[in-house]
């Protein structure tokens, strides 16, 4: 009996957290200005600076061997900081898409669904890039060039994004 009315109540706790999540989550739906204030605070060009290869080659001619390790692992810490900092971003992208995707206005609802597919894209793109530059950090002599794809999909998405808030702002005049 005592075990039965322990799992009711660890069902109703549950419940009540899930009520509280799905509350607090429509509360706090991100808007497109905020949105892009977060994707321009990025130093998109110094990311592309690290994670070039040409960059790269350049500083392993260059550099002794040592040198060049060293360097070569600040320089993944770094732009690992910058991956992280897309990875969040791409978080909130995908809970804007979401949100307009459920928009009445099928225009705005197609918006919304490119915004949360390449937000997905993005974060996964991130988390890809995120691991590698992990390993070039921890193997310097390792050649990994996959934060480019990162760097394409995060132009993409703040491509879809200004697009999305031309299309809210030109439908918020029209309504």
Do not use: C
Not at 18 to 23: D, E, R, S
Not at 75 to 87: D, Q
């Amino acid at each position: 009996m005592t075990m039965t009315l322990l799992f009711v109540l660890i069902a109703f706790v549950l419940l009540l957290s899930f009520a509280y999540l799905a509350m607090r989550r429509g509360r706090d739906l991100p808007n497109v200005d905020q949105a892009l204030t977060a994707i321009r605070s990025l130093d998109i060009e110094a990311f592309r600076n690290l994670v070039d290869p040409e960059e790269e080659a350049f500083l392993r001619a260059r550099l002794p061997v040592a040198e060049f390790k060293k360097i070569k692992r600040e320089r993944a810490r770094v732009a690992l900081a910058y991956v992280r900092a897309l990875s969040r971003a791409s978080l909130q992208f995908a809970r804007l898409g979401d949100a307009a995707r459920r928009s009445p206005d099928p225009a705005i609802a197609a918006s919304g669904k490119q915004i949360a597919d390449s937000a997905i894209y993005l974060r996964l793109r991130a988390l890809d890039a995120g691991a590698q530059l992990m390993l070039s950090a921890a193997f310097p002599s390792l050649d990994l060039h996959r934060a480019r794809s990162l760097v394409q999909q995060y132009d993409r998405a703040t491509y879809l994004l200004i697009q999305h808030n031309v299309l809210t702002r030109a439908h918020g005049r029209a309504a």
